[in-house]
Structures are given as structure tokens and as C-alpha cells.
């Protein structure tokens, strides 16, 4: 019997198991990239691994600042940046358990006791996990909201954990989104420098579809991104947001053919 697929999750496990997927062609890494795509993997990975790991963070960061507050969501943080960081650290932690529990065990960090220097260590790998680069203000990321309320003296308990729970949904897409770059760019990444292969391998699986190529120049020109969007709109029908037949044809120089008629038929 063949041994069961382990189930990923956390993200130590999604990284285990690139490497434990080998590529030996592109329809290999189709395949492989089919199934991790696939409707019920992606919905795995958002209800087994982020959303729970985002729960975790939002209970105890909420359960800190509770005691802080005496569970008086009217106490108002203006000027209590120590305090919320130290809900984030709390936050974090939980955090780190279920989604990347290796974070936990970076050398050195059980050595830190100041709460404030942990939370810029914890937190820069939160915004790695949810695609924040260091410096950038959006006003979505964990640290924008701690910066931005910490600094506004009516603001209280209630907006951190309104704003924080808001943002969960928000950085839960993200971070899925991040995981299925990491893979697409895992399966293809022999093909980087060679786009052209992968472009002449979804243009004869066009044929099947009875796509084909009308612009032989515009289609070339395309990168890896472009020629895997494109069989994922031929194949799977999954066309970028308001793409139709002429847009398609303008931007990938294919086009869907009419059917021909059985043999016999008038």
C-alpha cells in the first residue's frame, strides 16, 4: 500500500515538503502545481493553517491586553506602546506555535527578556510571513496599527482589537498568497531562464483546447508568470479579473478557434 500524503500543517511542513517534490520535466511541475492549486488544498492550508494560527495571535494578544484593561475595552493606548507591544509579543508567540514553530527555535531568542526587543524580532518575521517589507506603512500591517494607535491619545482597547481583528482576513490572504508563490516558484524555478520551454510545451496543451497562437511574436515575448496564467486560463478556465477573448488576444497573442464539425456532419 502506498504511504499516506502527509497533511501540511504548518509552515515548517510546506517547507519540508518542497523539498521533498522533485521536478524532473514541465509536466511534472504542472502536475504538481494542479495539486497544490487545487480547491480543496487551498482551502487545507487557509482553514488548518493560517486562519487557526491568526485565531491563536488574536486570543492571546486580546487576553494581554485584557489584563492590562481589566476587560475595560474603553482604557484608552495613546502613549502605551510598551504595553501593546508586549500584547504583540504574547500574540506572536501563539502565533509562531501553529504556524512556523521553527521561529520559536531561532538561536537565541529564548535569551531575550527585554519585551520590546522580541517584538522586533518576532515581528519581522510575522511580515515576512504576510509579504510586509521592513519600512513599508500601509497602515494594514501589525506594526502600522501598534504605531498609529499607540500615537492617538482617544484611542482605545476597542479599535486595537477592531483594527486587529479587520486585518486578520487581509493578512491571511496575503500569507496564503506568499505560499503559493514560494511553490510556483519552487516547481518552475529550472525554468526561469528558459521561459521558452514552458511556452512551447502550454502552446501545443493549447491545441487540445483548441486554442492557438495568432501572434506569433506577442506570444514569444511572454515571461514563466505569463505562459503558466495562460494555461491556467485554457485548461482551467481561471482567466485573470475581466479578461475576455479580446483582451486575451492583445495581451497573449492566442485566441480560441471555432470548433470544427464532425466528420459528416453539415
Request: aromatic share 8%; hydrophobic share 30%.
Amino acid at each position: 500500500m502506498a504511504e499516506k500524503e502527509k497533511k501540511i500543517m504548518s509552515i515548517d511542513d510546506f517547507t519540508n515538503s518542497l523539498e521533498s517534490t522533485h521536478i524532473k520535466d514541465i509536466g511534472t511541475a504542472f502536475k504538481e502545481y494542479d495539486k497544490y492549486n487545487h480547491e480543496d488544498n487551498q482551502m487545507h492550508l487557509m482553514n488548518n493553517v493560517i486562519h487557526p494560527a491568526m485565531d491563536n495571535f488574536y486570543t492571546a494578544f486580546k487576553a494581554e491586553l485584557n489584563k492590562l484593561s481589566k476587560n475595560d475595552d474603553k482604557y484608552k493606548v495613546g502613549n502605551k506602546h510598551k504595553e501593546l507591544k508586549k500584547a504583540a509579543v504574547a500574540g506572536l508567540k501563539k502565533f509562531f506555535e501553529k504556524a512556523d514553530p521553527s521561529v520559536l527555535k531561532i538561536e537565541g531568542l529564548k535569551d531575550i527578556k527585554d519585551d520590546e526587543k522580541l517584538y522586533d524580532v518576532l515581528v519581522a518575521q510575522y511580515d515576512r510571513i504576510i509579504g510586509r517589507n521592513p519600512g513599508q506603512q500601509n497602515g494594514e500591517g501589525l506594526v502600522d496599527i501598534i504605531e498609529h494607535l499607540s500615537k492617538n491619545k482617544k484611542a482605545t482597547i476597542g479599535h486595537v482589537l477592531q483594527h486587529m481583528y479587520d486585518a486578520r482576513d487581509k493578512h491571511s490572504k496575503r500569507a496564503l498568497s506568499l505560499l503559493n508563490q514560494q511553490f510556483e516558484s519552487h516547481v518552475f524555478s529550472k525554468y526561469n531562464n528558459s521561459p521558452h520551454k514552458v511556452g512551447a510545451y502550454v502552446r501545443k496543451e493549447m491545441k487540445k483546447y483548441n486554442w492557438d497562437v495568432v501572434d506569433p511574436l506577442e506570444f514569444t515575448k511572454k515571461n514563466l508568470d505569463d505562459y503558466i496564467s495562460i494555461r491556467q486560463g485554457v485548461v482551467k478556465k481561471r482567466w485573470e479579473e475581466g479578461m475576455d477573448a479580446d483582451a486575451i488576444q492583445n495581451k497573449y497573442g492566442i485566441k480560441q478557434q471555432e470548433a470544427k464539425p464532425a466528420p459528416g456532419s453539415k
